[in-house]
C-alpha cells in the first residue's frame, strides 16, 4: 500500500486513489494523424523497468488527477528526469 | 505432575494453574507459560513428526524460530501451524501436533523413513510430472502433513484489523528497543512499539543480567513504567509480532492478545515516519548426524526454559558450540541444577571469558558431537576430536547446541534493504537501508546487552534529532565465534539437517548443487529450504555456508535468498478484520429497501453494489409466474419501479455542450431546456463505455445519467477528461446519484396513475412530451418529472430528493392501487427491455460490438468532426470483416428456453461459433420464449433458422428483427 | 473488555456543493453569506451556523441545519448562478454518524487510513478519505468524530459500525 502524494491533501494511502494510467503523448488530431500514428496512440504504453510518469485518481479524497514518477521496481516515487514535464 | 518444574524462578504465575489438552491428554501448566514450555514441565518430549520423513521431533526452540513442533490448536481458537514455542498458554487450550496420525507416538507416515533414501529433494518434482502436478498435489498435501485450516469460524469473539500512524515505530522491546523507545518517548514523538513476547524485556527475560546494578527486568519493568507514562506513546503492544515490511514504510503486526476480550487477534497496518529494528538475533543449530532428536534443542532455548519458564529441559546436558553465547547457557543450567556433561567447542582456543562462565563443567575443545543416541529421545552423544579420532560415548538426555548467532534481519530484508557478510559473527547483518529504518542491537549484530542499549539510544536520537542520554552499565559480555559449517568427521553417519522444518539435509543441498541448481534461490526452491513459514529463521545460514563450502567460494558471494512476509504465520481472519459475514462485499440500499423487504421480495446486488428487488413473489407462485405477473401489468395496466440506482451527474460551466459532444457519439449541445436526449459513449478504442440520458438543465446547467453499472466510471471517464486533456474547459462535475431517487411509472395507465398522483405539472402528450422533462410536484413532494422510458411503454419517471422517496412510493403505490399497480423488479425490467430489444450492457454489448452491429448506427453522428471513439471504430470498419450484429430468436418450439450466453454455429455442428445469445425471456406479449443474439452478418439474414449448439442437444431458431413489441415505439411516445 | 463508543446516524444538513474561483463564488454569493474561506485545504470555517469545509481544489461545501436550507438556497440561487460557478444542492447525498466515546478514535482507525491524531488532524480539519472502503467525509465533533458516506451506503457503514463496536 503505498503513499501517493496528492497535490491538495498531501500523502494519502493508495487505497484512497484510482490508477490512471500512464501518461501517454497527447491524442492526435484524428484528422491529421495517419492510421499508424491513431494505433500507436491507442495501445503504446510507456511500461519502463524504472521510473514511469503515471496518472492517478484521489477519487475517495480531493477528486484530484494527478501525476506521479513512480520506479517500477521498488515502489518508491521519485523525481522524473529534468527534462519531463 | 510437572516433574520439570523448578521450585522457583521463572516469570510464571504459579497460583493460576492452567489445564490444557495436547494429543488427547490432559495437562497441567501455569499462566505465563507457552504451550511448549508447559509440556516441558510435564516431560512431553516427543511432540511432533517432520513434514517428510515422518521422523520424531520435540522442542528445539523457545520463540518464533521453532522449527519442528507445530501444533493445531482446537476450539473457541482454532488455528493451524502454530509453533507451540508462540502459543499463550491458555486454560481449557486443546492442541494438537501437526504431520502425524494418529499421534505421535504412533505415526502411520512414519513408514515414509523407510523410503527416505527414495525422497530426495526435488522427488516430488521429478516425480509427478505426468500428466500434470495437479493430480497428484492433494494427495501429497494430505500426506505431507500440516494442518489443514479451521472447518468453522471461531465460535465467539471477532477478528479486527485497524490503521495506526506513527513518527518512530519500534520493532521489539529488548533492551534496545526499550532504550530506543525511552529516547524518542521523551522527545514527545508519537512512539508505537510492537513486541512479540507476552511482556517486554526480550532476550533480558531469557538470561540472568544486570543493568544499572540491578537485575535487569527491574530496568525493563521501570522503562516500562516510564514509556506508560507518556501520553505520547500511543502503543506498547505485547504478544504482537511485526510479520511484514511493506512499502513506504508501511508495516503488519499481529497482536493476539487484545485488551478488548471480543478481539481474538488484531492486525495493525503501521505507516511510520521512522523505523527501529531491534528484532534481535536468532541462534542458529550446528549440523551433525541426528541433530533433530527430541532432546537436541537450541542452546538459548534451554537458557530461556531454565529462566523464564522455570522449566528443566532435562537433567543431563552435553552442550556443543562454536561460540561464547553457550557458556553462560552451561552455567545458568548448572546453577539450576542440570548436570553438564561436558562443553564440546569446535574451536582449538576458548577465550578466557567463556571458560570462567563454565567454572568446574569439563571443556572439550577442538571437538564435536558426531552421533546421537535413541530416536524418541536423546539418550546420549558421541564425542570426537573435529576429524572423527578419539571418539567416545557420553550419557545424556539433553543436547545442546549453538552454531552462532543470526541477526533477525527478515524484516530490514523485506524493506529491500541489503545485508552483507560478517567475517568476524559469521552470519549476514542489515547493510543499506532502502526505506526510513534502521537496525539495532542483536539485529545489526550488536549482541552485547550493552552495545543494543547504546545502539537503540543512537538511532531514537538520530531519529528523532535529540541528544543521546546516560546509558545505564551493565558487564560487558563478549562474543567471538569460528564458524563450522557442519560436522565432516570420520564416523558421523545419518541425516544432518540443515533446516528442520522442511527437512532439508545437507545430502539434499549437495543433491541441489550437483543437478545444476546452483544459485542461492534455485537451491531453496528445489530443496524447500527455508521456505514455508520457517522463512529460514534457523536453517538458512547454514544452508548458504553449506552452499559456498560445497562450491568453494566466499560465503558472501553465495548472499541470502530473499526473506518474506510473513515473518511468523498470521491469521487469515486477522487480515481480514471486521469484513466478514453481512459486510463481506459492499452494498447499497435505496430509501425504500425496507418496503421491499416487507413486501416479500428477493433481493440481491443488480451492479454497482446496489441490493435491488428482483422479483416480488406473492403467495406461493413460482419466479416465471411472479415474473410473468409484474410484466403483464405493465404491459396491460401500470407497473413502477425503483430506478433510483442510475448513476446521476450535475454538469455546469460555458463548455458542457462541447464537451458532452465530445464523450457522447450523437449531439447533445443541441438540446434545449427541458429536453433530453438518449446517448452512447465510446471508449477512445471505439468499445461502448456506457448509454445513458442527457439532460439540459439550462443554459449552462445539463443532467447525466448513466446505467447503474457504469455510473463510476463515466464518473473517472469525465474527469481525466476534464482534468488531463481539456483543463482550460468551463466544465464542473457534480455527482448526484444520491440527490435524486426515482419512482418510474410506467404502462399504459402511467398518466391515469400521475393524475390520481396529482402534480402541478401538464403531463399531457403534449404538455411533457416524451423525452422531455419539467420541474415541479407531483402528490405534494418537490419533484421532476421525466419522460423517458426502459420498457417501452408510457412511462413518467418521478425524482424526488431521497428523503421523500419513501414517501412517494407510497403514495404511488396507493394511487395505482384502482389501476392495478404492481411493484416491478430487475427481472421483469429485464423481461420488458429485451421485448423491446434495448441493449443491455454486459448482456449484448461484450467490448467487441459498437453501435452499427447494434443496429444504432444513427446514434453515430455524422455532422460531428471528432468525438472520442470515432477514429477507432471508422478504423475497425474500414477492414470489411465479417461483424456479430444483433438479432432477435424464436425457438422453433415456443416453450423452449436457450441458455444466455449459447454459441451459436453453423447447422448445429461442431463447428466454430458464428455468435452468441445475449438474452433469453419468456415474453408476455408473445406469450414464449424470446431471444437476442449477436450472430454473424445478422441483419441481413433475417428469416433464416440458425442453431444453438449446447453439450448433448441444438436448438433450431428463426432469425428477425431484434424487436419483439410495438417496433414503431407508438406506446412510449403516447 | 469491549469498546467505550457509540454512534448515532444524524438526520441530513442542508448542504450545498459549490465549485469555482473563490472570487467567482464570493462575487455570485455574496460575502456576507458565506463564514468566509478557510485558508487551507481540508479545514474548515464556521460562522452564524454555516461552515463552509474546503475539501478539494477550487471545490467547498457549505453546510447548515437542515431547516435553512430553503433559504440558503434562496441566497445561492443555484439555478441562475453564472457560468464560471456551479452550485448543486446535495443535502441528501450523505448519511452521517457521529462517533464518540473514549474509542471513538480507535473506531475511526478500523475503517479509516487516515492519520486523525490531534498533530495531524487539527480541530477544524475535515476531508474526504475512506472509510470502510467508501469514500467518506470526515471531520472532528465534541467527544469524536463525524463521518458522512454516499446515502445509499449509509445502512452498510450503520452495520460495520455495529461490527467495530463489538
Known amino acids: 500500500m503505498m503513499l501517493i502524494p496528492c497535490p491538495f491533501c498531501g500523502n494519502r494511502s493508495e487505497s484512497e486513489f484510482a490508477y490512471g494510467g500512464p501518461v501517454k503523448p497527447d491524442r492526435p488530431d484524428s484528422h491529421v494523424t495517419d492510421d499508424?500514428?491513431?494505433?500507436?496512440?491507442?495501445?503504446?504504453?510507456?511500461?519502463?523497468?524504472?521510473?514511469v510518469h503515471e496518472h492517478w485518481w484521489h477519487v475517495k479524497g480531493c477528486g484530484a488527477w494527478l501525476t506521479i514518477w513512480r520506479d517500477t521496481r521498488t515502489h518508491d516515487i521519485v523525481e522524473g528526469p529534468p527534462d519531463a514535464g | 505432575m510437572q516433574v520439570r518444574r523448578l521450585p522457583t524462578g521463572g516469570r510464571i504465575d504459579r497460583s493460576q494453574s492452567l489445564a490444557f489438552r495436547f494429543n488427547g491428554k490432559e495437562y497441567q501448566g501455569f499462566s505465563g507459560d507457552t504451550l511448549a514450555s508447559a509440556l516441558l514441565a510435564n516431560n512431553v518430549r516427543l511432540t511432533a513428526r517432520s513434514f517428510k520423513y515422518h521422523r520424531p521431533r520435540g522442542i528445539v526452540g523457545s520463540g518464533p524460530e521453532e522449527p519442528a513442533t507445530l501444533v493445531e490448536l482446537e476450539g473457541r481458537r482454532a488455528s493451524a501451524n502454530q509453533a507451540a514455542t508462540t502459543v499463550r498458554l491458555e486454560e481449557g487450550m486443546a492442541a494438537r501436533s501437526v504431520n502425524c496420525w494418529p499421534s505421535p507416538g504412533l505415526d502411520m507416515g512414519a513408514v515414509n523413513q523407510?523410503?527416505?533414501?527414495?525422497?530426495?529433494?526435488?522427488?516430488?518434482?521429478?516425480?509427478?510430472?505426468?500428466?500434470?502436478?495437479?493430480?497428484?498435489?492433494?494427495?501429497?498435501?494430505?500426506?505431507?502433513?500440516?494442518?489443514?485450516?479451521?472447518?468453522?469460524?471461531?465460535?465467539?469473539?471477532?477478528?479486527?484489523?485497524?490503521?495506526?500512524?506513527?513518527?518512530?515505530?519500534?520493532?521489539?522491546?529488548?533492551?534496545?528497543?526499550?532504550?530506543?523507545?525511552?529516547?524518542?518517548?521523551?522527545?514527545?514523538?508519537?512512539?508505537?512499539?510492537?513486541?512479540?513476547?507476552?511482556?517486554?524485556?526480550?532476550?533480558?527475560?531469557?538470561?540472568?543480567?544486570?543493568?544499572?546494578?540491578?537485575?535487569?527486568?527491574?530496568?525493563v519493568a521501570e522503562s516500562v513504567a516510564e514509556?506508560?507514562?507518556?501520553?505520547?506513546?500511543?502503543?506498547?503492544?505485547?504478544?504482537?509480532?511485526?510479520?511484514?515490511?511493506?512499502?513506504?514504510?508501511?508495516?503488519?503486526?499481529?497482536?493476539?492478545?487484545?485488551?478488548?476480550?471480543?478481539?481474538?487477534?488484531?492486525?495493525?497496518?503501521?505507516?511510520?515516519?521512522?523505523?527501529?529494528?531491534?528484532?534481535?538475533?536468532?541462534?542458529?543449530?550446528?549440523?551433525?548426524?541426528?541433530?533433530?532428536?527430541?532432546?537436541?534443542?537450541?542452546?538459548?532455548?534451554?537458557?530461556?526454559?531454565?529462566?523464564?519458564?522455570?522449566?528443566?529441559?532435562?537433567?543431563?546436558?552435553?552442550?556443543?558450540?562454536?561460540?561464547?553465547?553457550?557458556?553462560?547457557?552451561?552455567?545458568?543450567?548448572?546453577?539450576?541444577?542440570?548436570?553438564?556433561?561436558?562443553?564440546?567447542?569446535?574451536?582449538?582456543?576458548?577465550?578466557?571469558?567463556a571458560r570462567d562462565l563454565a567454572g568446574e563443567i569439563p571443556i572439550k575443545s577442538g571437538s564435536v558431537v558426531i552421533g546421537i543416541r535413541g530416536k524418541r529421545a536423546v539418550k546420549g552423544a558421541t564425542v570426537a576430536e573435529r576429524d572423527g579420532r578419539g571418539a567416545e560415548k557420553v550419557d545424556c538426555d539433553l543436547l545442546l547446541h549453538s552454531g552462532g548467532w543470526n541477526p533477525t534481519a527478515h524484516l530490514f530484508s523485506q524493506s529491500r534493504g541489503s545485508l552483507r557478510y560478517d567475517d568476524t559473527l559469521a552470519t549476514f547483518v542489515p547493510d543499506k537501508a532502502a526505506q526510513a529504518c534502521v537496525s539495532v542491537g542483536g539485529a545489526v549484530g550488536e549482541f552485547s546487552p550493552a552495545s543494543a542499549l547504546r545502539t537503540g539510544a543512537e538511532a531514537a536520537a538520530s531519529a528523532t534529532g535529540s541528544e543521546m542520554p546516560d546509558l545505564p552499565a551493565v558487564t560487558e559480555g563478549h562474543y567471538s565465534i569460528a564458524p563450522l559449517w557442519r560436522v565432516d568427521a570420520r564416523g558421523a553417519k545419518g541425516k544432518a539437517f540443515l533446516d528442520i522444518q522442511n527437512d532439508v539435509t545437507v545430502d539434499d543441498v549437495h543433491l541441489a548443487l550437483r543437478e545444476g541448481y546452483d544459485n542461492v534461490e534455485h537451491v531453496k526452491r528445489y530443496t524447500t529450504g527455508g521456505m514455508g513459514f520457517d522463512q529460514g529463521k534457523t536453517g538458512n545460514i547454514n544452508i548458504i555456508g553449506t552452499i559456498a563450502l560445497q562450491k568453494g567460494v566466499p560465503i558472501q558471494d553465495v548472499g541470502t535468498t530473499t526473506f518474506r512476509p510473513p515473518y511468523t504465520p498470521v491469521s487469515f481472519g486477522a487480515i481480514g478484520g471486521i469484513r466478514e459475514e453481512s459486510v463481506v462485499l459492499p452494498y447499497r440500499h435505496t430509501p425504500i429497501t425496507r418496503w421491499n423487504l416487507d413486501r416479500g421480495a428477493f433481493m440481491y446486488e443488480a451492479g454497482a453494489r446496489w441490493r435491488r428487488p428482483g422479483y416480488f413473489p406473492r403467495d406461493d407462485e413460482t419466479f416465471q409466474e411472479a415474473v410473468n405477473r409484474e410484466c403483464r401489468a405493465v404491459r396491460e395496466d401500470v407497473g413502477v419501479y425503483d430506478g433510483s440506482p442510475l448513476g446521476k451527474f450535475e454538469l455546469k460551466g460555458g463548455d458542457v455542450g462541447r464537451f458532452l459532444d465530445h464523450i457522447y457519439t450523437n449531439l447533445m449541445s443541441t438540446l434545449k431546456p427541458g429536453q433530453c436526449r438518449y446517448g452512447l459513449m465510446l471508449t477512445e478504442d471505439g468499445l461502448i463505455l456506457d448509454d445513458g440520458v442527457a439532460m439540459r438543465l439550462g443554459k449552462h446547467r445539463w443532467m447525466v445519467s448513466t446505467s447503474t453499472a457504469h455510473a463510476d466510471t463515466v464518473h473517472g471517464h469525465m474527469e481525466e477528461l476534464l482534468q488531463t486533456q481539456f483543463p482550460e474547459w468551463n466544465v464542473y462535475v457534480t455527482p448526484v446519484t444520491s440527490q435524486w431517487n426515482n419512482a418510474t411509472v410506467c404502462g399504459p395507465k402511467a398518466r391515469e396513475v400521475m393524475a390520481a398522483l396529482g402534480s402541478d405539472i401538464d403531463l399531457s402528450h403534449k404538455g411533457l412530451p416524451f423525452m422531455s422533462f419539467a420541474d415541479g410536484q407531483v402528490a405534494g413532494l418537490p419533484a421532476r418529472v421525466v419522460r423517458v422510458s426502459f420498457t417501452g411503454e408510457l412511462s413518467f419517471e418521478i425524482n424526488v430528493a431521497p428523503r421523500h422517496m419513501r414517501d412517494l412510493w407510497e403514495r404511488t403505490m396507493e394511487a395505482g392501487e384502482p389501476f392495478g399497480i404492481e411493484p416491478v423488479g430487475s427481472e421483469a425490467s429485464h423481461v420488458l427491455r429485451v421485448e423491446k430489444g434495448f441493449l443491455s450492457l454486459g448482456h449484448e454489448v461484450d467490448g467487441t460490438v459498437d453501435a452499427h452491429d447494434l443496429g444504432m448506427s444513427w446514434i453515430m453522428s455524422k455532422k460531428k468532426r471528432d468525438f472520442v471513439g470515432k477514429r477507432s471504430?471508422?478504423?475497425?470498419?474500414?477492414?470489411?470483416?465479417?461483424?456479430?450484429?444483433?438479432?432477435?430468436?424464436?425457438?422453433?418450439?415456443?416453450?423452449?428456453?436457450?441458455?444466455?450466453?449459447?454459441?451459436?454455429?453453423?447447422?448445429?455442428?461442431?463447428?466454430?461459433?458464428?455468435?452468441?445469445?445475449?438474452?433469453?425471456?419468456?415474453?408476455?406479449?408473445?406469450?414464449?420464449?424470446?431471444?437476442?443474439?449477436?450472430?454473424?452478418?445478422?441483419?441481413?439474414?433475417?428469416?433464416?433458422?440458425?442453431?444453438?449448439?449446447?453439450?448433448?442437444a441444438t436448438i433450431a431458431a428463426d432469425v428477425m428483427e431484434p424487436v419483439f413489441h410495438d417496433p414503431d415505439g407508438l406506446r412510449m411516445r403516447s | 473488555m469491549s469498546y467505550d463508543a457509540a454512534f448515532a446516524r444524524l438526520p441530513v444538513n442542508a448542504c450545498f456543493d459549490l465549485k469555482g474561483a473563490e472570487s467567482a463564488l464570493v462575487e455570485w454569493i455574496g460575502a456576507e453569506m458565506l463564514p468566509g474561506f478557510p485558508a487551507d485545504a481540508n479545514r474548515c470555517r464556521k460562522a452564524n451556523g454555516v461552515s463552509l469545509d474546503h475539501v478539494g481544489p477550487r471545490h467547498w461545501l457549505l453546510q447548515a441545519d437542515i431547516d435553512r436550507e430553503d433559504e440558503l438556497n434562496g441566497a445561492l440561487r443555484p439555478h441562475e448562478a453564472p457560468a464560471e460557478v456551479s452550485i448543486v444542492r446535495i443535502s441528501d447525498t450523505m448519511a452521517t454518524f457521529r462517533i464518540t466515546g473514549t474509542d471513538a478514535a480507535h473506531?475511526?482507525?478500523?475503517?479509516?487510513?487516515?492519520?486523525?491524531?490531534?498533530?495531524?488532524?487539527?480541530?477544524?480539519?475535515?476531508?474526504?478519505?475512506?472509510?470502510?472502503?467508501?469514500?467518506?467525509?470526515?471531520?472532528?465533533?465534541?467527544?469524536?468524530?463525524?463521518?458522512?458516506?454516499?446515502?445509499?451506503?449509509?445502512?452498510?457503514?450503520?452495520?460495520?459500525?455495529?461490527?467495530?463496536?463489538?
Open chain 2, 227 to 353: 514509556l506508560k507514562s507518556m501520553p505520547n506513546v500511543t502503543h506498547l503492544l505485547q504478544d504482537a509480532s511485526v510479520w511484514a515490511y511493506r512499502e513506504h514504510n508501511l508495516l503488519m503486526v499481529n497482536e493476539r492478545s487484545p485488551a478488548n476480550s471480543n478481539v481474538l487477534e488484531r492486525n495493525w497496518r503501521i505507516r511510520a515516519g521512522q523505523v527501529i529494528l531491534a528484532t534481535g538475533a536468532i541462534e542458529r543449530g550446528l549440523v551433525f548426524p541426528d541433530n533433530d532428536r527430541p532432546g537436541v534443542m537450541l542452546a538459548s532455548a534451554a537458557q530461556a526454559y531454565v529462566n523464564r519458564f522455570a522449566v528443566k529441559p532435562g537433567e543431563r546436558a552435553v552442550v556443543f558450540a562454536n561460540n561464547d553465547s553457550a557458556y553462560a547457557v552451561a552455567a545458568d543450567l548448572h546453577a539450576s541444577g542440570i548436570d553438564i556433561a561436558a562443553i564440546v567447542d569446535s574451536r582449538d582456543a576458548v577465550p578466557e571469558d
Open chain 3, 107 to 166: 473506531m475511526l482507525a478500523i475503517g479509516c487510513p487516515l492519520d486523525l491524531h490531534e498533530a495531524a488532524f487539527p480541530e477544524d480539519a475535515v476531508s474526504f478519505t475512506e472509510f470502510f472502503g467508501q469514500k467518506a467525509l470526515v471531520r472532528r465533533c465534541v467527544g469524536g468524530f463525524e463521518v458522512s458516506v454516499e446515502q445509499s451506503f449509509g445502512d452498510m457503514t450503520e452495520d460495520y459500525l455495529t461490527r467495530a463496536l463489538r
Open chain 2, 114 to 219: 523407510l523410503f527416505a533414501g527414495l525422497i530426495p529433494a526435488g522427488f516430488y518434482y521429478k516425480t509427478f510430472k505426468w500428466p500434470g502436478w495437479h493430480l497428484y498435489e492433494p494427495a501429497i498435501r494430505k500426506a505431507a502433513g500440516l494442518a489443514g485450516a479451521p472447518v468453522a469460524p471461531p465460535l465467539d469473539g471477532h477478528f479486527e484489523a485497524v490503521h495506526a500512524h506513527a513518527d518512530v515505530l519500534i520493532v521489539g522491546a529488548g533492551p534496545a528497543g526499550l532504550m530506543a523507545a525511552l529516547v524518542a518517548g521523551r522527545t514527545g514523538c508519537r512512539v508505537f512499539l510492537a513486541d512479540e513476547r507476552t511482556e517486554a524485556g526480550g532476550s533480558l527475560l531469557d538470561r540472568r543480567l544486570e543493568i544499572a546494578g540491578k537485575p535487569a527486568l527491574e530496568w
Open chain 1, 36 to 51: 499508424e500514428g491513431w494505433v500507436a496512440f491507442l495501445t503504446t504504453v510507456p511500461n519502463p523497468v524504472g521510473p
Open chain 2, 873 to 952: 471504430v471508422e478504423l475497425r470498419r474500414r477492414g470489411n470483416e465479417i461483424r456479430r450484429e444483433l438479432v432477435g430468436l424464436l425457438p422453433a418450439n415456443p416453450n423452449e428456453q436457450i441458455p444466455e450466453g449459447a454459441p451459436l454455429t453453423p447447422g448445429g455442428e461442431r463447428r466454430p461459433t458464428e455468435g452468441l445469445v445475449t438474452a433469453c425471456v419468456w415474453s408476455v406479449v408473445l406469450d414464449r420464449w424470446v431471444a437476442l443474439a449477436l450472430l454473424e452478418n445478422g441483419k441481413s439474414r433475417h428469416g433464416e433458422t440458425v442453431h444453438v449448439r449446447l453439450k448433448n
